[in-house]
């Protein structure tokens, strides 16, 4: 399939044509993938289940794995919902559009292939004025998982886009550089307790001092319990997610401890012949490392070596939690404390 790509830089006349040949495809049932302010997203009508599977298709992804659905305004999240709540308006007056994400019971006209068999549905309003323009031209809700292949680094970039994607969609839009680098907070309000099942750039505190109340976290997010899948006895658990092609390890510990540490494996592994990448963020630059890590992945795997060792970051800072969320994912849990 060939695919158009429209690179969007201004909203001109242009930009708006292009912008609405490609709502037309989502219209006909097509996929378009799309820029976010979190990552690209790989976009289909979320009430056509059809063009919903083809994205499982394209991504080669579990169809039990279900996904975020788009809106561009308080209309269309209550065209999928029926729960209105004080909770609901506060979060959405706040955040929205933006990196959160919101489980909710879904309503009966949205197909279980978007939400992979289950009651409730996750929403949000994207903070990208392209993706609102999609949304709005197109007239539907768009379902859209990130737009990489799956098990990859999520997409930041146009270009990791067309890396993963070219030729097997018809048309991806490009809009720079996504702002935050890392995908939306996913908070689920059908628990008692409103609960973060993905850790974002929204934290904890952030939404709780906008609900006015307890937010928890998921406890398969919790701390200690990666401590016991990190633990040595375990170093065959496999983990697909965001996997770079290259081994990585993630150091971790008081941070000059991790430089040195860094240095020496770097050293005895290049003179064993392997090409060796280095993630190292400055300490407590958190919003930088959730912005640059998936690209730093990437780039790496582009050239082409074969070890990433990556310094952790310091995860009782909420966002640096967030990031390790996705690194300690991305090394398959093989990680050296020092
Ligand atoms: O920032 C983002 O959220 C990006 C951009 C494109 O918007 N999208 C994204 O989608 O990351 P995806 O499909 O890669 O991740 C969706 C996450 C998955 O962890 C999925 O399990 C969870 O949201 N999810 C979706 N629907 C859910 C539901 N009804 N209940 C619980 N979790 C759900
Ligand atoms: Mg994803």
Not at 193 to 209: A, S
Request: glycine residues 8%.
């Amino acid at each position: 399939m060939k695919t158009k790509i429209y690179d969007i830089q201004k909203f001109n006349d242009q930009a708006m044509a292009h912008i609405k040949e490609a709502a037309d495809i989502l219209k006909k049932g097509g996929l378009v993938a799309f820029p976010t302010e979190t990552v690209y997203g790989l976009g289909a009508d979320a009430l056509n289940p059809q063009a919903v599977a083809a994205i499982y298709a394209t991504k080669g992804r579990p169809s039990d794995n279900p996904m975020i659905v788009h809106v561009a305004g308080m209309d269309q999240l209550y065209e999928l919902s029926s729960l209105q709540s004080e909770v609901i308006t506060k979060l959405t007056k706040r955040f929205w559009p933006g990196p959160l994400t919101l489980v909710l019971p879904k309503k009966e006209k949205v197909p279980d292939v978007t939400t992979g068999g289950l009651s409730t549905i996750a929403i949000r309003m994207p903070d990208h004025p392209v993706a609102l323009e999609l949304i709005k031209q197109s007239g539907c809700p768009i379902a859209a998982p990130s737009a990489n292949l799956s098990g990859r680094p999520s997409p930041t970039k146009g270009d990791h886009v067309i890396e993963d994607l070219n030729g097997k969609i018809p048309m991806i839009l490009k809009g720079g550089n996504c702002r935050v680098g890392i995908e939306s907070t996913v908070l689920d309000l059908t628990s008692e307790i409103p609960t973060i099942l993905r850790p974002g750039i929204l934290t904890q505190g952030d939404l709780e001092m906008v609900i006015g109340d307890k937010v928890v976290l998921d406890p398969a997010l919790d701390r200690k319990k990666h401590q016991e899948i990190l633990s040595p006895k375990a170093p065959g658990m496999k983990y697909t997610h965001y996997a770079p092609k290259a081994e990585m390890i993630v150091i971790r510990g008081n941070q000059d401890r991790v430089r040195i540490e860094i240095e020496r494996l770097k050293k005895v592994n290049e003179e064993k012949g392997r090409i060796v990448g280095v993630i190292l963020f400055e300490e407590q630059a958190f919003r930088q490392a959730a912005h640059d890590f998936f690209a730093k992945l990437r780039l790496l795997d582009d050239q082409g070596v074969d070890l990433i060792l990556a310094g952790a970051l310091n995860d009782e800072n909420p966002i640096g939690f967030a990031v390790m969320n996705r690194m300690l994912k991305s090394a398959g849990y093989h990680i050296i404390e020092v």
